[in-house]
């Protein structure tokens, strides 16, 4: 079963207007965590915000906010007034513990964002 | 200070040949992960490196190897190269479970 899903393949934003990507995640884990990345076309991934699932506030960092709502198993990201250099793909990732304390991290598909002026 | 760092950028290997791609963590970091991304595809988990050894294993053959350095350094190994390895190859360093930093990425075709 597919962990993190995102239903977005591609999103159109007029300049300085917001945008809201979606993303799903699916686990029976209690501690995880939930990441978003951007990835320009020169291919180096870019981090950009993390939740953890027992914070009860939504994260922010600057022009970006997470919008988490546990019950629901969603992780939508918010960019605030896009700007040309926002055009990407975004891709959210779920990060899950096993035993002894290691890590995996799942990526989603991606949403291919392009800001129009 | 340096993030992660990567070589080659680019690669171009004939099928049935071995590759050895190198990373270098971002300074501070001991945790090591290695991603395949295939195009128009998100990242897929190879493994994972703490401590000079393996930890944690994605859905890949025994052609992919790996191996940490004391600097915390890695390396990537892909054995009896396939057309379907043509991929970029990203590693991720990170430190006590936080978030993770990727390098620029290896560009690998196989023809």
């Known amino acids: 079963a597919q962990k993190i899903t995102q239903t977005q393949p591609g999103m159109f934003v007029q300049e300085k207007e917001a945008v809201t990507l979606d993303c799903t995640y699916d686990?029976?884990?209690?501690?995880?965590?939930l990441f978003w990345y951007k990835q320009p076309s020169s291919g180096e991934m870019i981090f950009l915000i993390y939740q953890g699932s027992y914070d009860e506030q939504n994260a922010t960092e600057g022009r970006y906010s997470l919008n988490f709502q546990k019950a629901r198993k969603s992780a939508n990201l918010v960019i605030s007034a896009s700007q040309l250099g926002d055009s990407a793909m975004y891709f959210c990732?779920?990060?899950?513990?096993?035993?002894?304390?290691?890590?995996?991290?799942?990526f989603g598909t991606g949403t291919k964002l392009q800001v129009i002026p | 200070d340096a993030g992660v760092t990567q070589s080659p950028t680019h690669l171009i290997k004939t099928r049935g040949q071995q590759v050895t791609l190198r990373c270098s963590p971002k300074s501070g970091h001991d945790t090591v992960s290695w991603y395949q991304q295939a195009l128009g595809q998100g990242p897929q988990f190879i493994f994972q490196?703490?401590?000079?050894?393996?930890?944690q294993r994605g859905n890949f053959p025994d052609r992919f190897s790996g191996h940490q350095f004391p600097n915390y350094s890695s390396e990537l190994n892909v054995n009896a190269l396939l057309l379907g390895d043509s991929a970029l190859y990203l590693c991720?360093?990170?430190?006590?479970?936080?978030?993770?930093?990727f390098g620029q990425g290896t560009r690998l075709t196989v023809v």
């Open positions: 686990t029976s884990d209690q501690s995880y965590g």
């Open positions: 991720a360093s990170s430190f006590d479970r936080r978030e993770a930093f």
């Open positions: 990732a779920m990060r899950e513990s096993y035993s002894g304390g290691y890590q995996k991290v799942t």
């Open positions: 490196y703490y401590e000079e050894e393996e930890r």
